[in-house]
């Protein structure tokens, strides 16, 4: 299958590459002229330079695609603190490359959306959060994703296009940029200060989930996917002292945050495509290792 891949170049982008090439499938790749591809070249076999909402560059990254997977964000824009500027590169670019898509026949669309699309979690569904639940996001992030979400339904609805829907947590993972990693600056922390006092935490999903959900939709057959990824809890606490255990060196963690989460999402969806999201904190910790690793 030929599949369109906005984004190849980044964290999320660059795993799925690698991943679907290995499934057999062949990658347009869609970077910016700044972009590094030095570490994708090998899995895509045709680069498209350009950004994400110049539709100049749309026919050249659809071209004889049978999917396309839509996973690019503009953080430039987002952080600018220029709506204006955020909702037409990152909202309505989207959906006019979504819409170019579905008006060349591209078979299959998948949006790599976020659970920042869920801020706000109804006592209704009592703590477990499942692919049903509303869509009630807290800022512009969420606010776009969601925005992009429903009108992928109207896509589906005008012209039969297949579609998924899949939400990570926060990704963790060796990003290519490596200072960028879940897990980087707490370590150099850690080293420096011998100390963390971080409170709270968050749901976190590993990139090779993030990819494998994305492989099974691309082979899927379902008409119409949607997936929550989140493995597990971990407070930044909790990251922070695995990252002092592996060190060797007694930090002053503050460990007082609840260790657990109020709310916690389904795993069904993902589960019924072949992943488990079961790494859970050894997961975490295996990251922490290759990160220390690595950072040396």
């Not at 896509?155 to 980087?184: F, K, M, N």
């Not at 959900?213 to 493995?231: F, T």
């Not at 002092?244 to 963690?253: N, Q, R, V």
């Amino acid at each position: 299958m030929r599949i369109a891949l906005t984004g190849v170049s980044g964290f999320i982008g660059s795993i799925a590459a690698q991943h679907l090439r290995q499934a057999g499938h062949l990658i347009t790749g869609l970077v910016r002229k700044t972009s590094r591809r030095d570490h994708v070249e090998k899995f895509v076999d045709r680069f498209v330079v350009g950004d994400q909402s110049d539709e100049a560059v749309w026919p050249h990254l659809l071209r004889d695609a049978d999917c396309l997977i839509h996973n690019s964000v503009d953080w430039g824009a987002l952080r600018s603190g220029n709506l204006r500027e955020h909702l037409q590169r990152n909202l309505v670019a989207s959906i006019q490359l979504l819409e170019s898509a579905a008006e060349r026949q591209v078979s299959k669309v998948i949006f790599i959306s976020s659970v920042a699309a869920l801020q706000e979690i109804s006592p209704a569904w009592n703590g477990v959060i499942d692919e049903d639940h509303p869509l009630r996001p807290g800022g512009h992030y969420g606010a776009s994703k969601a925005a992009i979400e429903d009108h992928l339904w109207s896509v589906r609805a005008r012209h039969g296009t297949s579609i998924t829907i899949i939400r990570p947590s926060a990704v963790y993972g060796v990003d290519p940029s490596l200072e960028r990693s879940i897990g980087y600056s707490f370590i150099e922390k850690v080293k420096r200060e011998q100390s963390f006092d971080k409170p709270g935490g968050g749901k976190f999903v590993h990139v090779d989930d993030v990819a494998a959900v994305m492989r099974a939709a691309v082979e899927s057959e379902q008409p119409a996917i949607v997936a929550n990824l989140a493995d597990c809890y971990a407070r930044w606490a909790d990251v922070a002292k695995m990252a002092a255990e592996e060190l060797g060196i007694e930090a002053a963690i503050d460990l007082s945050s609840p260790p657990q989460s109020k709310n916690q999402f389904s795993k069904e969806a993902a589960c019924s495509l072949g992943v488990p999201l079961d790494r859970g904190h050894e997961g975490i910790r295996r990251h922490v290792r290759d990160l220390i690793a690595r950072m040396k």
